[in-house]
C-alpha cells in the first residue's frame, strides 16, 4: 500500500482566528514572518550582546514602552543591592504588601523599565505596590546569580517588616519562569514561599521538549526555537542545567509545597505545552493551581494589544488572583 504524503506545516504567521475580538485582527494582519528577525548573538560573545540591547532598549523607549502610563508613581530603588522599580499605583496606602515582577525578554532582553506597563497595569488594577525587578541579563549572568537577585528582593522586602503572606510574585515568559523558579530556591533553602505566584505564558522548559513546539511552530509569530529561543537558552544556562527545576520548573517537586498559582497563557503559543506540563506537574503534587487559557492568543498576549478585551480580563484576574490570596 502506497504511503500516504505528510500534511504540509501551517506557516501563515498572519492567519486571524475568528474566535478573538476585534482588537486583535490588525496585529495578526500585520505580523511579520518570525523567520525574518534578527539573530541572536553566541552565548560568549558580550560586546554583540551589549550592543544589541543599547539598541533594542532605545528601540523600545522610543515606542513608548517607557511610559507607565497614568495612576501610578514610579520611584527608582535598590533593594539588597539590586535596582527596582518601585510602581506605587494612585492613593496607595503605605503598607508591607508588595508583588514582585519579573519582566519576559528571553532572560536576555528588555529591563524594568521597559516593561514597566506590565508593572503599572497589574498595581492599577489591584492597588498593590509592585517591585519590577530589573535583573541582570544573561550572559552577563547566568540563572544562579539571577535567581539569587529575585531572592535578594524578597529578603529585603521582609527585612522591612513584610511576612511572606504579604509578598507575591508574577511575571511573563521567561519571567513567569523565573518568578517559579526562584521561588521554588526559596523554598529549598528554607527561606519559605511567598502568598502567591502569577505566570504568564512562561517559558517553563526552556529546552524545547513539549509537542507545540512543533504543532504550533507555524503560527507562532514571536520567534522560533532554534533561531531566537534556544540561542537565548544557551545564555541563561549551560546545557547540562537546563532541565533544572530552578531553570525549568516544569521539572520541580511541588510535593514539598509551593505557593497558590495562576498560570495565563494563549492558545497559539509554541508555549502550550509548557502550559499544561506545568499545570500537571503542580495539580498532581496538590498545589492550589489555575490553568487560564485564551483563545486564539498569541505570545504575552497581555502587553501587546493591551485595551483589548483578553488583555483587560487577564490582568484583571491576575488582579484578584494575588489580592485574594495576599495577607494584610
Do not use: C
Not at 478573538?20 to 525574518?36: G, I
Not at 541572536?40 to 560586546?47: F, M, Q, T
Not at 523607549?61 to 497614568?70: C, E, H, S
Amino acid at each position: 500500500m502506497e504511503t500516504p504524503p505528510r500534511l504540509a506545516a501551517i506557516s501563515d504567521y498572519s492567519m486571524v482566528p475568528e474566535t478573538v475580538s476585534p482588537d486583535w485582527e490588525v496585529y495578526f494582519e500585520t505580523l511579520p514572518d518570525p523567520a525574518h528577525l534578527p539573530l541572536l548573538p553566541a552565548p560568549g560573545d558580550l560586546e554583540s550582546w551589549r550592543e544589541r540591547n543599547r539598541l533594542a532598549e532605545a528601540d523600545r523607549l522610543r515606542a513608548g514602552y517607557g511610559d507607565p502610563g497614568p495612576g501610578v508613581e514610579v520611584v527608582e530603588a535598590e533593594i539588597g543591592g539590586v535596582p527596582v522599580l518601585d510602581v506605587r499605583p494612585k492613593d496607595w496606602v503605605k503598607d508591607r504588601r508588595a508583588l514582585l515582577y519579573t519582566h519576559g525578554g528571553g532572560y536576555v532582553a528588555f529591563t524594568a523599565r521597559s516593561t514597566i506597563g506590565n508593572a503599572a497595569r497589574v498595581a492599577r488594577a489591584s492597588g498593590l505596590r509592585v517591585v519590577s525587578v530589573d535583573y541582570t541579563l544573561a550572559p552577563f549572568a547566568r540563572w544562579q546569580e539571577i535567581t539569587d537577585q529575585v531572592i535578594t528582593v524578597f529578603q529585603g522586602l521582609m527585612e522591612t517588616g513584610a511576612s511572606l503572606d504579604q509578598l507575591a510574585i508574577y511575571g511573563d515568559s521567561a519571567g513567569g519562569s523565573l518568578a517559579a523558579g526562584s521561588v521554588l530556591k526559596m523554598r529549598d533553602l528554607g527561606i519559605g514561599i511567598p502568598a502567591a505566584v502569577v505566570m504568564w505564558s512562561p517559558w517553563s522548559d526552556i529546552t524545547d521538549r513539549g509537542d507545540t513546539y512543533r504543532t504550533l511552530r507555524g503560527v507562532e509569530g514571536s520567534y522560533l526555537y532554534d533561531l531566537h529561543l534556544k540561542p537565548a537558552a544557551d545564555a541563561y544556562a549551560d546545557l547540562a542545567d537546563q532541565q533544572s527545576p530552578y531553570v525549568s520548573p516544569v521539572h520541580g517537586d511541588y510535593s514539598k509545597g509551593f505557593p497558590p498559582t495562576l498560570i495565563q497563557g494563549g492558545t497559539r503559543e509554541i508555549f502550550l505545552s509548557n502550559f499544561v506540563r506545568q499545570y500537571q506537574a503542580m495539580d498532581v503534587a496538590g498545589v492550589e493551581v489555575k490553568l487560564d487559557l485564551y483563545e486564539g492568543m498569541p505570545h504575552g498576549f497581555q502587553n501587546k494589544v493591551t485595551e483589548s478585551p483578553e488583555a483587560r480580563l487577564a490582568v484583571q484576574k491576575t488582579a484578584e488572583f494575588v489580592s485574594s490570596r495576599i495577607g494584610g
